[in-house]
């Protein structure tokens, strides 16, 4: 009976060592709103920040663990060989044992850091769901200058967020799929087991698209420059910055549908041309 209740109590205190403090200030923040007679703000901010922080962690824990899981049904059988010795031979049998339960806790707690980094965004939350219009637009793309007030900088940390969770997907897959063999190189050449070239041209395209969406976002941060004489969009950001940023948003769009088109195509020359023109 002591053997269970220590790890018990060993837990408990390593959640109040991390989390008393929060509880502690969120107890006083709602004695001082009831003071004054806004609880309806404490209990307002309090809701965003679990309906943002949730929905943040929970999709990230989803996208990032289905994909690690696919990744384990996609590998191949470890099979006895002459290299019996290999590292990575014993490194996959490990894996495949008790590696699950280590992938599962470990996704669990970065989701959990995730969430608790979405909430803090919680002004932006409630912005972006109640905007208000100014009756005024910018005079170089026409929107509304309430979408720049209560909208923009959250679609910049959505951009943030999804391009985060993409692509610790996407290493996290390929390390996965590289120890457990169904990643090998060959002669400088990689080499995929069935299946897996196509889950990773997937995952890279999920990537550029996104990146691509971030592209077409960072045209309106022109408005923001600090690059010329005066503060706003120069004559350069105007004219030259503009359209750079449009086409690079395109050519990440064509980076992504190669990457898709890949799949049924031998090697991965499409991609990395792609990917090379799209950083030139």
């Known amino acids: 009976m002591r053997f269970r209740i220590w790890p018990t109590a060993i837990i408990l205190i390593l959640l109040v060592l991390a989390f008393g403090g929060s509880l502690v200030r969120l107890y006083i923040d709602w ?8 609880q309806v703000v404490f209990w307002k901010e309090l809701k965003s920040k ?12 989803l996208i990032v663990y289905s994909n690690l899981w696919l990744a384990r049904r996609l590998s191949p059988p470890a099979t006895p060989r002459y290299d019996r010795g290999d590292i990575r031979i014993r490194i996959s049998n490990v894996a495949r044992k008790g590696i699950g339960y280590l ?7 970065v989701s959990i ?10 002004m932006g939350y409630q912005k972006f769901l109640h905007p208000t219009s100014f009756g005024d637009t910018d005079p170089i793309f026409g929107k509304d200058i309430g979408f720049y007030i209560f909208q923009f900088d959250f679609l910049k940390y959505i951009y943030g967020w999804l391009m985060f969770t993409f692509i610790v997907a996407a290493i996290a897959t390929t ?3 590289y120890v457990d063999r169904a990643i090998e190189i060959f002669a400088g050449k990689p080499t995929f087991a069935p299946h897996v070239k196509a889950h990773l041209s997937i995952l890279l395209a999920a990537v550029l ?6 592209y077409w976002l960072d045209r309106y941060d ?3 420059s600090a690059a010329g004489v005066v503060y706003g969009a120069g004559y350069t950001d105007v004219h030259a910055r503009l359209a750079a940023l449009s086409a690079l948003s395109v050519a990440a769009v064509i980076a992504g549908v190669l ?10 020359i499409l991609p990395t041309a792609a990917i090379a023109a799209l950083i030139a």
């Not at 004695?31 to 806004?38: A, D, K, R, T």
């Not at 698209?209 to 971030?214: E, K, T």
């Open 31 to 38: 004695l001082w709103f009831g003071e004054l007679g806004y």
């Open 50 to 61: 679990l309906e943002l922080g949730l929905a943040a962690g929970i999709l990230f824990f």
């Open 103 to 109: 992938i599962f806790i470990s996704v669990i707690a």
């Open 113 to 122: 850091l995730v969430a608790w980094e979405a909430s803090s965004h919680w």
């Open 175 to 177: 390390i996965l799929h």
């Open 209 to 214: 698209f996104v990146r691509a969406w971030g």
């Open 222 to 224: 022109l408005l923001y």
């Open 259 to 268: 990457a898709l088109v890949n799949i049924y195509r031998r090697g991965i």
